[in-house]
């Protein structure tokens, strides 16, 4: 009579294959999904992106979404998939990105379809950057993200970006911002209108 | 050992091994899927390919910027130790040299605001020789990808980058 608490090869096998795929699926969930990182305002970034401090979970993360990200004492990357409200930054909507100057010699806003590659339209304004925005007296600046081109702003095209996020590229940021992101006076993104698709 | 107690333990195993395996192997994989776009499939390795201007029908790295332009060099070091130098762009543009490792870790960059003269370096493994006098960066594996990258936002800026960047080397000492 066979032995109950005896385990078949044919069991082990099985229980090691389902194993195998559970835990590769939840590696991919816990890779999955953006660059990660903690949450400055609504936009989102790492201390230790492009560093060889970063863990294997970031790192893996980071090779995914920002293959090639250079480390915050050269260029600190945040990005945020939601407006000032908490909701997703869609393709049909008008918003405006405010802010004031930020600590670093230059930067940039860049648009990025779900698929993390630029939009596949052919406006020539993928981005808007420090060079581009008209500033105040104060240093604030304006810009919009939108489908169609607006009057006289700097502005970043999100005609077919689909869901998209943006992501702000500070290069050669001050010390201060790279001590502390939260130092950083970020841009906030204020939805002004939705419906209208290009 | 009981048999539910032995295929628990078996099937805990299991999905940390997945799991962890995984979560250290797309580092590695991806870089050398990146490698291989960027050395033509391995025909120019230890030598800068100087990318076109970005747009959105670039995908060979992820999220590119569009005010960049980028020019790459996949590296082999198992032949000895590299020269890398980059030339400065005019107006004192931004320029960075960056040095990534097999597993995608960005283990030196280097600026034209640190060295407005443009940037020199050697890049080389542990143990190798190198010469005396040259700022030496050494890398924790044999293949990874040196990547410049210059300010370019707009085509005028792009051609004066594109001119500059012609300068660069990565090749054998």
Known sequence: MADPNKTSLWAKAATISVGLIVGLLSGWWAITGGMGGQNYSGWYGSAVTGSADAGPWLRARVAISGLLALNKSQAIYLTRKTDD??????????????????????????????????????????????????????????????????????WASTRKAGNFDITLRIYQPSAAAQADFGSIPLPKVTRLSCGEKA | MKRSVQLGLLFAAAVAAGHVG???????????????????????????????????????????????????????????????EAAPSPNAGYVSISVFAANTDNIAVFDTAQFPQGIRFVLARKGQATPAGERVVISPSDKGIVLDRRLAPNAALFAAADQARRADKCGPI
């Open chain 2, 22 to 84: 995984l979560v250290l192997f797309v580092p590695h994989f991806l870089m050398s899927v990146a490698a291989g776009r960027v050395s033509q499939d391995g025909a120019a390795i230890n030598r800068f390919v100087f990318g076109p201007r970005t747009t959105q029908n670039s995908r060979g790295v992820v999220r590119p910027s569009p005010d960049l332009a980028y020019s790459t060099c996949a590296f082999d070091l198992s032949g000895g130790p590299l020269l890398i």
């Open chain 1, 85 to 154: 409200d908490g909701a997703p930054l869609r393709e049909e909507c008008r918003y405006r990105v405010t802010g004031g100057p930020i600590p670093g010699q230059w930067w940039s806003v860049t648009v990025y379809a779900a698929d993390n590659f630029l939009p596949l339209n052919d406006d020539d304004a993928l981005s808007f950057d420090a060079t581009e925005v008209a500033r105040d007296e104060a240093g604030r600046w304006s810009a919009t993200l939108a489908p169609t081109r607006p009057e006289g702003q700097a």
